[in-house]
């Protein structure tokens, strides 16, 4: 995962690893997903905190066209060092050139960068 700049107060996120980008739809340099084909589509992501680290809490926004949709949130008890992981999942209706992205993440420095953080997305239907 990296931090690149973003629309708002805080940074996008990106991910080292695209296993999958069936279209080309996923930008892996800005971290933004942008519809081509209009439909109904379903993402995921999971951000995993470093553990280790002092942090008292993940909280990043998945974005449609720069406006919050759901957060990923985990604020654990105990003294922050504990590993944990932020999860959610969402369905979007899409029109052509809608974007998608995770941003407004606090502290995304302190998040795993490997496979243990993912975000996915896909088509279930396209508009007919």
Known sequence: MSIVPGTGDRPNI???TVSLNNGGDYNGSTGIYTCRIPGFYWFSAS???SSGV???EVACSIKHNGNDTTWLYADP???GTEGYVATTSLAL?????DRVNIAECLQPHQLWNDVTSHFSGFLVKPNV
């Open 14 to 16: 990106t991910f080292p």
């Open 54 to 56: 002092n942090m008292e």
């Open 47 to 49: 951000l995993a905190k």
């Open 77 to 79: 008890k105990g003294d």
């Open 93 to 97: 209706q899409l029109k052509a050139s």
